[in-house]
């Protein structure tokens, strides 16, 4: 883990810089890059693996471009590794922004503008920056595009893609949808597409957007993220053991699912039971 934490190439610098600029425009994504650490005892989260794989947890806001660039270099070593298939990504909800609300002009400039109070020249050179650390991995950013817009009813959407085992391919669509094709994810019709194009059931997801369904759900991840000390976005979680803090290289994630997985096979493979014992009856009929 220190070669994680020492690990600080030219490109996490630009990382760096990219980050603390968008920060500065968007005023809560205050990630800690080159930063992976050890969930303290009493910052546990408090959340019931039901599947036989290990879980990842990443806090995450569908507003946030770098959680979009930290999911892609996620996927980018967890693709290199050999136990893809033994671990399961689980996204939790994190607002950076829970008041905003639509611009009428839909203009993501000038709204930057407006907020933050910077020039149009600085405000092109930051989002330039983060495009330019998109496109690193392969993304292609169209700020120029982006609506602004609340993530609630985004969050809430993919609390249900979870029930139907479509989070992941419902969080990629949602981020496709605001940096690349510009769509409004505060839109209720624009959500129930989206997701009707995944195989989810129109009815069912009509339904759910007018209503108050996962409001819970999206709250509880929220709290759950100040209980563990989220600061910023994305955070992602290993096993309940080890989180990376912001859209890290990749040798960071690779090297941190390797540790977090080797502990993992190893617990699974030592769980014991305390077993009280008593009659019983065992196969082929022979009790006592």
Known sequence: MGSAISFFSTSLRRTLQGLLLFSALLCTCTVAIAQTSTIKKNKRISMNNTTNKMQVEVWSDVMCPFCYIGKRKFEHALAASSHGSEIELVWKSFQLNPDITANDSKD??????????????????????????????????????????????????????????????????????????????????????????????????????????????????????QQIGVGGVPFFVFNRKYAISGAQDEKVFANTIEKAFAEWKKEKGNQKLEVTEGKVCKPGGECE
């Open 108 to 225: 993501y400039l000038a709204y930057l503008q407006q907020k933050k109070g910077f020039s149009e020249q600085q405000t092109k050179g930051m989002l330039a920056n983060v495009t330019q650390m998109a496109n690193e991995v392969g993304l292609d950013f169209h700020f120029e595009k982006a609506i602004v817009a609340n993530s609630f009813h985004a969050h809430r959407l993919s609390h249900l893609a979870k029930k139907h085992n479509l989070q992941n391919e419902m969080e990629e669509a949602l981020f496709i949808a605001h940096f690349i094709e510009g769509k409004d994810i505060n839109d209720k019709e624009t959500l129930t597409a989206m997701a009707v194009s995944l195989g989810m059931d129109a009815a069912e997801v009509a339904q759910t957007m007018n209503s108050a369904e996962y409001t819970d759900a999206v709250k509880s991840d929220q709290d759950e993220a």
